[in-house]
């Protein structure tokens, strides 16, 4: 017993993780690496990508009712949740610029056995976060398609299960697709990311111009109907907006200057999607009374879409907002599925998942082989499962995620204060709490289904970690030092990611 907890417990030291991230350890002589090529503008745009997208387009026909014209107040809360979070995230990514994100910072500073949970919870927040959204990729074409050409995919193969649908082909397709562009190179992902995350900001602030232009201050009148428990509890789902600005962080090994440019576009990030959402808030509330929209959600239709087109009395709105939907559900698969990869790829190389996950193409400088096991899964799961539950799923698992980071910063802040750092998170040990009560508060207001499927979850990774990664992990001798060089080319060409 003694034994396991000990293998639990080991960290990998912070040392050893660096050089490895920069391939002291690990053949980059081989050229079969990550590359270094995207710095401050497309990381930026990476996180907003990964943020921004269906959440917004309808989470306020179910957040209304619950919170009234205070649902603004619950984006305000939900930002303010991952707003602290994020001041965590961003002095772990100064001090451990190293690709895996939260499992790489859980593995530096809580052990082995939390970081394997931690990591399941993002490939729970990751690969679920990329299903949602791509079950929905099917009906908003469809709905394109007949505004502008008077036709729509038969609901057998554009609804999912459950839902009028059998096979949900559209979102099988928009996954495949993202994972062929993702294999074919980092900085071709990130130029393609870069155009859909201006087409889908420019949806959005179209939006917000043309709703403003019908505010009424008297629908704000009844600001609290349920008081400020409705407000807490359309916190918990507004939440789900917010999901994936961590994102940034797994790119850790493909930016120049990590140390500086990581911590810079996790705030630009989340600052810029706080003002966008606030702003759609308060202009969908002043256009309509709070009472339309669970109206208009119960009735199946697109919210923004039913605000503009009663605004501007014109069918556009319909095909606008669905066309921005389009692009903003290709862009959020393609973000997420690049971050899913990364956690993967951290692990391989820790001997905690399979070795094919870290192994690097050598030309594209992307781990192929992990893209295409890691979209054909994805994929299958969105055109397959019933997704009734599994917005709230993700968000479960991104503030059990959080919740970690939080106390990293303390564990790290007391094993390695010396540690180089680009930024501390101010007035601390309290924005650390802060930021783990405020997660587990609005993981709290989650309904019981979902707390019961989490937990089946890491009861799964419990099995899988018993199973393999302890008989596996790099650091199952607690007194070795770091791997020998790989001596085969199949080893170097699983050495480690390009920086790019």
Known sequence: MGRMAGRLCRRKPLDRMIAEADGGSSGASSGASLQRTMG?????????????????FFVLGTTVPDAGPGVV?????????????????????????VAGSTYSYAYATLGEGAAYLVAWCLILEYGVAVSTVAVSWGQYLSELSDTLFGFTLPDAISQPPGAGGYVNIPALVVVLLCSLLLARGTRESAVVNAVMVCVKLGVLVLFVAVALSAFRSEHFTDFAPHGIGGI???????????????????????????????????????????????LVAIAAVGAQPAGRFGEQADAGEAVLAQILRDVTGAGWPAALLAAGAVVSIFSVVLVTLFGQTRILFSMARDGLVPEIFRRVDRKRHTPVHNTWIVGVCVGALAALVPLQYLADLTSMGTLVAFVAVAAAVVVLRRIAPDAPRSYRVPLYPVVPVL????????????????????????????VLYLAFGRRHSALRDADAGPPDAPSTPQEHESASLPRT
């Open 435 to 462: 930021a783990a009560v405020s997660c587990l508060y609005l993981a709290y207001l989650l309904p019981g289904i979902t707390w019961t499927l989490f937990g089946c979850w890491l009861l799964l990774a419990a």
């Open 232 to 278: 807490g509890v359309a916190a918990s789902g507004v939440f789900f907006s917010y999901v994936g600005f961590d994102t940034v962080a797994t790119a850790s090994e493909e930016v120049r200057n990590p140390r500086r440019t990581i911590p810079l576009a996790l705030l630009l990030t989340l600052g810029t999607v706080t003002v966008l959402y606030i």
């Open 40 to 56: 401050l503008g497309q990381l930026t745009l990476l996180g907003i990508s990964s943020v921004v997208g269906t959440g917004i």
């Open 73 to 97: 107040l619950s984006f305000v809360l939900a930002a303010a949740v991952a707003g602290l979070a994020a001041l965590c995230y961003v002095e772990l990514a100064g001090a451990v610029p």
